[in-house]
């Protein structure tokens, strides 16, 4: 590999209760990969994701995306970088009172100046934007419809448009389809797909199924209790890594 | 001590408490059926408010006179009329006054009414069968160089109208609503950012907190002020009136909003303040799109709330000089004017009412 988009080395993360979320967690990944990270619950995903972006502050270790050192910047080169990282969320957290316009358009908020938002000012380029990424997600109707009468796959469909607005290098999926019955989810995770491949934006998105790592990952890593257990193409994942990685009284279940 | 002996212990201790308390307080039962007639005029004054009064019907008639100038102009007038001989008069000089058109033999009176409206008598007369009468007056001392020379007939017919005291209460009362409106407006005025400071979710960093710690005491520390101390204190700072209310239930206002406001941002879903700060947004952009729109239904609702309170409250700061409906009503107890205090009674408890059920409403409508 030459120099890698992402590089994660070392990275620990221990809260402030004294749960050790992450440990010693290192790995690369280049440009244009789609990366499921997979895990029992509590292993570390979620905090892996954010350690990528700063949510969460990292108590060890260093983060490097597309050449920069993430766990070295201030506040406002913090803000910087997660305007180039685009996350989706399981539960979607679309600003439930607020248009499905609004919250598309908030993608664009760490790019316009902070007193427009006191006037909810949008420039009309921008609003035409957020309809047209709508549209990629096939909801340019909904756009004036208050987000919580969507229904859940179409609330995550706005996510997508919302991280979308960012025009991300990297996009952070935090278990985007758990909410989500089969049919929705792999509708979801097609459009997270088609921005992979047609755009070439790195995607780490961690999944619950392993069935579904297999269908849209192009590489699997999997955290156990806050180690990295595993890192290789999905199709190494036969039943002995199974259940390394899950434990040896689980057993797989496959999702339509 | 063995556990039965604590037991005894605490069981002789309140009822030793019980029977003091009986003492000091004297409470005597008796007195409430010894002494029932005391309070039956009381209570009967309080079911019987004054809301309409009887007046006789009159008919009247006004005559502009000038002093010592040209006579003013005259209004057409229809029914009964009023001449008067010299309307460019002197003080002292006497006039005569011709009247036509009234009803027959009844009682009337002549006034003088000056330049300022205050009337005062000049004589009484009956009018004649035909309804007419003549009459010479005196133009009396006055201030101004105009007056009017108003004659005022009585009728036999009676008429219902909303008595003084009902007119008083109904002025009163809306001073009240509005002295809680402006009580509730500057509690918001202040609240609204006092709550974004002491909301703990939105304290970040050591400056963060402390400022959080600082907005939560000066909430407590104005809560902990009863409202009724508030007032008396402003009624001696700014002179007894509604002014002094105003003030007293602001600060109350901004105690209680302020808790009730960080509390909702305390309790808002923190998933979308974190997708909206995962984007790049700055602090401000976070509170507008994130924040805001998840507690403005709350905070309609517990303005509206607290208005409503406040509408009740000034009721009894009034009592101590906050001005409104309060400080009328315990006038008249003072007075012992007990049909008028029914009236503001009544007042009180059906605005209170109304204004309940509207929040109620309105509280519905937007959550
Ligand atoms: N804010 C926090 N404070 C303290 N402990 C936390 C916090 N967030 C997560 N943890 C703990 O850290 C560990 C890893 O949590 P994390 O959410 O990263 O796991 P996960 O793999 O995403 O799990 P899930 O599949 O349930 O979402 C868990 O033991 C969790 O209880
Ligand atoms: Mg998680």
Redesign the interface.
């Known amino acids: 590999m030459a120099r890698p988009f992402l590089k994660v080395e070392g990275l620990t993360k221990v809260y402030p209760g004294g749960v050790r979320a992450l440990q010693d967690v290192s790995f690369e990944v280049a440009r244009g990969e789609f990366v499921v990270v997979i895990g029992l619950s509590g292993s570390g995903k979620s905090t892996l994701l954010r350690c990528i972006n700063r949510l969460v502050e990292p108590t060890a270790g260093s983060v490097w995306v597309d050449g920069v050192e993430v766990t070295a910047l201030d506040r406002e080169g913090v803000r910087r970088l997660r305007r180039e990282i685009g996350m989706i969320f399981q539960q979607f957290n679309l600003v439930r009172r607020l248009p499905v316009l609004t919250n598309v358009l908030t993608g664009r908020l760490g790019y316009v100046p902070a007193w427009w938002s006191v006037f909810n000012y949008w420039p009309p380029d921008l609003v035409q934007r957020a309809l047209d990424a709508l549209e990629r997600v096939g909801i340019r109707d909904k756009a004036y419809v208050r987000a919580d009468q969507l229904s859940g796959g179409q609330q995550q469909r706005v996510g997508i448009a919302r991280a979308l607005m960012q025009e991300p290098k990297l996009i952070l999926a935090d278990e985007p389809v758990a909410s989500l019955d089969p049919a929705t989810s792999h509708s979801v995770l097609r459009y997270v797909e088609e921005l992979n491949r047609r755009e070439g934006i790195t995607v780490l998105c961690s999944l619950h199924f392993l069935s579904l790592a297999r269908r849209y990952g192009t590489r699997v890593i999997a955290l156990k209790e806050g180690r990295l257990v595993f890192d290789g193409p999905p199709s190494e994942i036969d039943a002995h890594r199974f259940r390394q990685i899950y434990g040896e009284d689980a057993v797989e279940v496959e999702i339509a | 001590m063995t556990g039965r002996g604590l037991r005894l212990g605490v069981v002789l201790l309140a009822v030793a408490a019980f029977a003091y308390g009986w003492r000091v307080t004297r409470i005597d039962l008796g007195e409430l059926v010894t002494k029932a007639h005391l309070v039956r005029p009381l209570v009967r004054d309080l079911l019987r408010p004054e809301v309409l009064e009887r007046v006789p019907r009159t008919q009247e008639v006004a005559v502009p006179v000038a002093l010592g100038g040209p006579p003013p102009p005259l209004g057409a007038a229809r029914g009964p009329r009023v001449e008067v001989s010299s309307r460019s008069v002197r003080v002292g000089q006497e006039v005569e006054l011709r009247g036509e058109g009234f009803a027959a033999g009844r009682p009337g009176r002549l006034l003088w009414r000056d330049a300022t409206g205050a009337p005062s008598q000049l004589a009484e007369f009956t009018t004649d069968a035909r309804g007419g009468f003549v009459l010479w007056v005196r133009i009396p001392d006055t201030l101004g160089d105009r007056g009017e020379l108003v004659a005022v007939v009585g009728l036999p017919q009676t008429v219902w109208r909303p008595s003084e005291t009902l007119r008083l209460v109904a002025e009163r009362m809306v001073e009240t609503v509005f002295l809680a409106l402006m009580g509730t407006a500057m509690g918001v005025a202040f609240a609204v950012p006092l709550s974004f400071l002491g909301a703990r979710n939105l304290a970040h960093g050591p400056v963060g907190l402390a400022v959080y710690g600082a907005s939560r005491t000066v909430l407590n520390v104005f809560r902990s002020v009863e409202p009724l101390i508030l007032a008396t204190v402003f009624a001696v700072w700014v002179g007894i009136g509604p002014f002094a209310g105003v003030l007293a239930l602001g600060v109350h206002s901004v105690a209680s909003l302020g808790k009730l406001y960080s509390e909702a941002i305390e309790a808002i879903?923190p998933?979308?303040i974190?997708?909206?700060?995962?984007?790049?947004?700055?602090r401000?952009?976070v509170i507008?799109?994130?924040v805001i729109?998840?507690i403005?239904?709350q905070f309609i609702a517990f303005t509206i709330y607290r208005w409503d309170i406040n509408v009740r409250m000034s009721t009894v700061i009034g009592f101590v000089g906050g001005g409104g409906i309060g400080f009328l009503l315990v006038q008249y107890i003072n007075l012992l004017l007990w049909q008028k205090a029914a009236t503001a009674v009544w007042a009180i408890t059906l605005v209170v009412a109304l204004m309940d059920y509207l929040s109620a409403r309105v509280r519905e409508r937007v959550v």
């Not at chain 2, 974190?274 to 700055?282: L, N, P, Q, R, Y």
């Open positions: 879903d998933g979308p974190e997708a909206v700060e995962a984007t790049g947004a700055s401000l952009q507008r799109y994130a729109p998840q403005v239904p």
